[in-house]
């Protein structure tokens, strides 16, 4: 099971233990099967969630499903664990209704979430938390810029999108007071040109979603650790290719986000690097729980 988790497709595992590929898929189904359900286990296990939660959708394919399906997760960013997940045809608004729905059930409410700028999550979001807070990622937010201006392939707009990107800067974070001060130089500057106009006025009503993180310190203002989860899934999905039905491929998603929850991270840098050497399921677990083992 762990090898199948890790990335080894049926035919790969037929090989290295000498069985039949529909003897290795029965195996595996079996074992998978055999795991709690993860939103389960953190509604049994864990409640020191952090306020804020960066969610993002991941296709992968499914056999005779033309346009795959998607898995819908999250990670807490200060804890780096996974609470929940739902596998679903789209990203559309039903599907991550019931994902945030999930939070009831395990009695966790963010304050913060960071996301893409994809409305289904947002209106969801806000739908499920009313008091929530909704973060655009900045680089999703500026890509969009880029490619309304045509940047990359056209020079017209390049210095006015540069102008936008020492505002919009996930590295700097401007106060208050610079921020405005700065989109005023840009009105200034811009205020003559239409499309100029066009998109600052997308920054303006973007305003309290670009800002939102004033609200908890240290929060982030990109999505950049739910990318790197998916850089991860990504690299084992290649591998296997494609499932061969939905119900397979959520008791994998189930089995790879617990094993991901129980592995110990190694290579955090910076505000985490003293999350090395322990696994983030260690840091929202109930006081005085042990934890089972799985893997």
Request: hydrophobic share 35%; aromatic share 14%; charged share 25%.
């Amino acid at each position: 099971m762990i090898d199948h988790l890790d990335g080894l497709s049926f035919r790969k595992l037929a090989v290295k233990y000498g069985i039949s590929k529909s003897h290795a898929w029965n195996i595996c189904h079996t074992e998978l099967d055999k795991l709690p359900d993860n939103n389960q286990f953190t509604h049994k296990y864990c409640d020191r969630f952090s306020s804020v939660l960066v969610v993002d959708g991941k296709y992968f394919p499914v056999k005779d499903k033309k346009y795959g399906y998607a898995l819908l997760w999250g990670v807490d960013y200060f804890k780096h664990d996974i609470p929940v997940f739902t596998v679903a045809p789209t990203e559309n608004y039903q599907s991550w209704a019931r994902y945030f729905s999930y939070f009831r059930i395990i009695n966790q409410y963010p304050q913060l979430v960071v996301c893409d700028d994809n409305v289904n999550i947002k209106m969801a979001a806000r739908a499920r938390f009313p008091e929530v807070r909704i973060q655009t990622c900045y680089n999703h937010f500026k890509e969009n810029m880029r490619r309304s201006l045509k940047v990359r392939s056209e020079h017209t707009y390049k210095p006015f999108m540069r102008r936008i990107e020492t505002i919009i800067d996930s590295s700097h974070k401007l106060s208050e007071t610079n921020y405005n001060d700065w989109l005023h130089c840009l009105w200034r500057d811009y205020h003559h040109d239409p499309i100029c106009l066009e998109v600052m006025a997308t920054i303006q009503r973007y305003t309290s979603e670009l800002r939102a993180y004033e609200g908890t310190r240290g929060s982030p203002t990109t999505t950049n650790i739910i990318e790197g989860f998916n850089s991860h899934l990504e690299a084992r999905l290649q591998a296997l290719r494609s499932f061969q039905s939905v119900k397979h491929a959520r008791l994998w998603m189930n089995g790879y986000i617990l094993k991901r929850r129980y592995t110990k991270w190694t290579d955090c840098t910076g505000k985490f690097k003293k999350l090395n050497g322990t696994r983030g399921v260690d840091h929202t677990k109930k006081h005085g729980i042990v934890l089972p083992t799985f893997f």
